[in-house]
């Protein structure tokens, strides 16, 4: 997966708002019946997905990179006590 830069509009929101704009347009979607007329929804619904889930992995990597960091500080403390 390319890492490219957010659209504006979603690079300031959290992950739970980009989620709650994805259930959105998923009731919309499964309330209409011409599925031919929401070509447009579905495709904005991949971009979400895809923001979503890159999203999620800079989160993930964040939070695995600090809690490396603290394991690591607890085992230098351990070891000058030791």
């Known amino acids: 997966m390319k890492d490219k830069i957010l659209p504006p509009e979603y690079d300031q929101s959290s992950l739970e708002e980009l989620t ?12 209409q019946n011409d599925l031919n007329n929401s070509v447009d929804s579905y ?11 890159k999203k999620f992995q800079k989160n993930l990597k964040s939070i695995s990179e600090e809690t490396n ?7 230098k403390k351990n070891e000058k006590t030791a």
């Open 69 to 75: 960091k603290k394991i690591k500080e607890i085992i």
């Open 20 to 31: 709650e704009k994805a259930d959105k347009i998923i009731n919309s979607l499964e309330k």
């Open 43 to 53: 495709q904005e619904l991949i971009r979400l997905n895809n923001i979503i889930e």
